[in-house]
């Protein structure tokens, strides 16, 4: 029998580092358009999302798939505060009006 919690939550870190590496990629592809330095452009709201986003999916699938109480409470916290730095980015961006691509 599959073990569908085991698959959901591996599914998640897996998808996690599949949006983290498609951000990357978006990242150099825009930076070898616009003739940009990589860093400028991972440094934009639109990419700080995708990346935190990403990030937040991994460290949830780790922390589900976590077999010790005090390592899903850490991968948990790590989590939330990816998903905190992305908030504050976009906020920031929405009170400063940055370019949000």
């Known amino acids: 029998m599959i073990d569908v919690w085991g698959v959901v939550a591996n599914g998640l870190w ?3 580092l599949a949006v983290v590496l498609a951000g ?3 990242a150099h592809w825009l930076a070898t358009v616009e003739g940009a330095r990589f860093r400028d452009v991972l440094g934009r709201t639109g990419m700080r999302r995708v990346t935190d986003g990403g990030l937040a ?3 949830t699938g780790v922390a ?3 077999r010790v109480w005090w390592q899903r409470g850490l991968w948990a916290l790590l989590a939330l505060a990816w998903v905190v730095d992305g908030a504050v980015a976009s906020h920031s961006s929405d009170t400063a009006g ?4």
């Open 98 to 101: 940055d370019d949000v691509s």
């Open 14 to 16: 897996v998808l996690g």
């Open 24 to 26: 990357l990629s978006w």
């Open 64 to 66: 589900a798939t976590s």
């Open 57 to 59: 999916l991994f460290c």
